[in-house]
Nanobody, 125 residues
């Protein structure tokens, strides 16, 4: 049984930082591309950042470029998202997901099969 669990969300002031973590079990972690997605109230879920099996290729949404860094530790079956210079518009539920296909420059929710329950990020102004 595959389990994906996010952690690290919380309340932070604008300009602050958070590091999200995601652990996946029940699958061969380094066989899967991984991604971070977010969904704000009333909006569609969107890709924030995705990373290939080895970590050698990454994708960032325009909103994340220069502020967020995705990386993974395959020995620990863990994915991370370092978020700096947070803005109120980053407020959303953040989800981690695993997918068998690397999107080669894309990061869409439909490409990912296994999902966590999400961790809330709230950025106050």
């Amino acid at each position: 049984q595959v389990q994906v669990v996010e952690s690290g969300g919380g309340l932070v002031q604008a300009g602050g930082s958070l590091r999200l973590s995601c652990t996946a079990s029940g699958l061969t972690f380094d066989d899967y591309a991984m991604g971070w997605f977010r969904q704000a109230p009333g909006k569609e879920r969107e890709g924030v950042s995705c990373i290939s099996w080895s970590g050698g290729s990454t994708y960032y949404a325009d909103a994340a470029k220069g502020r967020f860094t995705i990386y993974r530790d395959n020995a620990k079956n863990t994915l991370y998202l370092q978020m700096n210079s947070l803005k109120p518009e980053d407020t959303a539920m953040y989800y981690c997901a695993a997918g068998a296909v690397w999107g080669w420059g894309t990061c869409f929710p439909y490409q990912y099969k296994y999902w966590g329950q999400g961790t809330q990020v709230t950025v106050s102004s």
